[in-house]
């Protein structure tokens, strides 16, 4: 394993930790960040961005690029959730479905349209990016 690639891994992980508390975007003339609106899915998330230095200094490289992965699919959730909406027709099941499906658009929403994002916000993508690229090159060496 090269240095660099493991510095960009560890690095990268912290600064994405980090940028997952900071501001995000503002909504309602209020600061929010991923952690304020992931729901369960942000604590796999953190779980896979830390799992990469921890696979580092296991020197399990080969299964590295598992880290990244499912931390993108963890991030990307509330999008995936909103593509796939199942129908119930049951009354309580049609309230939760709403209530939660305006949550998941607006998660949804503030992910995808990077224009509205914070300086946190950006923080947030360019660690997890740079994340991303550690361990894709880790997992090469």
């Given at each position: 394993m090269h240095n660099n690639n493991a510095m960009l891994v560890f690095i990268g992980a912290a600064l994405t930790i980090i940028?997952?508390?900071l501001p995000l975007a503002s909504f309602m003339a209020s600061d929010i960040s991923y952690y304020d609106i992931g729901g369960n899915e942000k604590y796999i998330f953190m779980l896979a961005v830390i799992a990469g230095p921890i696979m580092l200094f296991l020197n399990k490289q080969k299964f590295i690029m598992a880290a990244p992965v499912v931390a993108w699919l963890a991030l990307l959730y509330p999008v995936f959730k909103g593509w796939?909406?199942?129908k119930n027709d049951d009354f309580l099941s049609q309230?939760?479905?709403e209530i939660s499906g305006a949550l998941t658009d607006v998660t949804g929403d503030i992910l995808t349209n990077v224009e509205?994002?914070?300086?946190?916000?950006?923080?947030?993508?360019?660690?997890l990016i740079a994340y991303t690229v550690g361990c894709v090159m880790a997992r090469k060496n």
């Open positions: 940028g997952a508390f796939f909406k199942v309230v939760s479905s509205d994002y914070n300086w946190g916000g950006f923080v947030f993508l360019i660690a």
